[in-house]
C-alpha cells in the first residue's frame, strides 16, 4: 500500500481544519442571526391540544408563516390559509407566531416548519409526536369458579397504545408476576395491541380475591386505567366449634344448660353438620340439630371430646372440642396470667396489690432482694400456712396420741387451692418499662388465701368425744363423793340429855354418863 509524502499529508490536513472551522464560524453566524426563527419539539396524547410557537429576536417586517406536514400554510401571519377549525390563532406579533391544533389525532404527527421570508428565507422546525391513549384493559379466562388447588389463567388484553403498554397484574395491593407482554401491531394503524398472561393456583384463601390488570403508559399521567375481576373457589369447610351462650352463660356448669355451635366456613356454604363423641354414644340429654348441640343438664358424665363433621358438594371438614364440666361450687380460675405494666420510670411498688392481702395468719410473707448492680428487682412469694389449731388442741390433751399427717403431704383439695404449691416469681424491672408479674392461681380469687386449711374430721370428732366422756366421769365422781357426805351425824357429846329438864341437869346426866362407861386399861411393858 502507497502511503502520501509528508508534504502531502500537511496539505490535507490543512485543508480539513480549514473546512472545519468554517462550518463552525457559520453555526456561530447562524446562531447569532436575530432574523433566524426559533421552535420547540412538542408531544401530545390523541384528542389533546398541541401549541406551536415561533419566535424571531428582530424583524424586518417580514410575515412568519407555519405549515404543516405536508406542507400545507396553515397561518401567514393573521391571515389563515388552512380551512381547518381545529387550528387556531393564538397570538400573531412581528417577532412571534403562535398557533394552537386541538383534538390532535395519530395522523397529525410530524414535523411542522416556521417560516420567514427574508433573502435568503429562514426556517425552523418543529416535531410533534402524537401518543396512542390505549384501551381500558380487559380481563378474560375467568368464566366459573374453580376448586381449591386448581390453576387459572387470566389474560389481559389493551389496544390502540402508541408507543406499546405496558401490562401489570396484582392482587389486592400486592403486585403478580405474569408472562412477559405480548405486543401486535395493527395492520394501517401506527397503534399497537398489548396483551399478558397470569396463571395462578388457587387457594381456599384466594376466595373473593379481587384480581387487578393495569396499563401504565406515557399518556396516562393524570388516571388510571384498570379493570377487576374477583375470584371464586370451592373449597371444602373449614370447622371450628365454640361454646353457644344460653341465658348469658357460656361456662359448662353441672346442672345448667350448656351448647356447642359448629362453625363452617366453605364455598358453598355446608348444609350437613353430624356430631359424634370420641368416647361413645352422645348422651342421652344432649341433641342435635344442625349445627348446635344442645345440653339441657350438664353432669359429669358429658365429659369427653366432641367433633363435628360439616360437608358441602366438594367435601368434607372435621372440628373437635373436648368439654370440661365444672362443679357448681368450685371456684373458677382463669388460665390466662395477668401482667401488669407500670408508666415507664415510675418508682419500684412498696407492696403486693391488694389482690394478695390477707388477714391474720393467713397474710403472705414477702421476702425480697435487690440486687444494685443489675437494676433488677426479685421479689419471691412465699405462702406460710398456719398450724392447724385442732391438732394443737389433740397434743396438748393427748401428748400420747401421734400427731396428725402434715398437711403438705395431704393432696390439695379440689375446692380449695393449695397453698403449698410453688409460687412464681415476681419480677419488676426498672431500666424503661416495668413488669409485674403474678400467678393467676393468686390474683384471680382473693378468698382463696383466707381459707382454713384441710382438716381430719375423725380425729376432731375423737377428740370432742374423749372431752365428753371425761366430763362425764368427773360428774359421777363428784355426785358421788357429795352423797356419801350428806345426812344426820349421830355423836356421844349429848346422850342423856334426852330426859334432862334444863341443860344443867342434861350436862350432869351426861358426865355421870362417862363415869359409868367401861374404862379401858392400858399396860406399858
Known sequence: MAFPSAPSALWIVSLLTALFAAA?????????????????DETVSVGGTVTLTCTVTETDNSSLQWSNTAQQTLYFGEKRALRDNRIQLLRSTPTELVITISDVQLSDEGEYTCSIFTMPVRTARATVTVLGVPST??????????????KVTLTCTSTGSKPPAKLRWYKGDTELQGRPDVVESVPDDPTYNVSSELILEVSASDDKAIISCVVDHDSLKD????????????YAPRVEISPEAIDGNRMAIEGQGFALHCKGQGNPEPTIFNWEKVEGELPPLAKAEGALLSFSMLNKSDNGMYICHAGNDIGKGSGSYTLDVQDPNEPYFPTATPTFFPLPNSPIPSSIPDVFQG??????????????????LTSVISLTTPPSSTTTLSNVLFPDLPSSPDSSSLPPSP?????????????????????????????????????????????IGGVVAVIVFILLCLLIVLGRYLIRHKGTYLTHEAKGSDDAPDADTAIINAEGGHSGAEEKKEYFI
Open 415 to 459: 375446692v380449695t387451692p393449695s397453698l403449698t404449691s410453688q409460687t412464681p416469681s415476681v419480677s419488676v424491672q426498672t431500666n424503661g418499662v416495668n413488669t409485674f408479674t403474678v400467678d393467676a392461681r393468686n390474683s384471680t380469687d382473693t378468698t382463696a388465701l383466707s381459707k382454713p386449711p384441710n382438716v381430719d374430721h375423725a380425729v
Open 24 to 40: 463552525v464560524h457559520s453555526n456561530i453566524v447562524n446562531d447569532e442571526d436575530p432574523l433566524q426563527p426559533t421552535t420547540s
Open 223 to 234: 388516571e388510571q386505567k384498570k379493570t377487576e375481576q374477583a375470584l371464586q373457589v370451592w
Open 359 to 376: 388477714s391474720g395468719s393467713d397474710s403472705p410473707d414477702f421476702l425480697s432482694t435487690f440486687s444494685p448492680d443489675s437494676s433488677t
Open 137 to 150: 384493559p380487559q380481563i378474560s379466562g375467568f368464566e366459573k369458579p374453580v376448586r381449591e388447588g386448581e
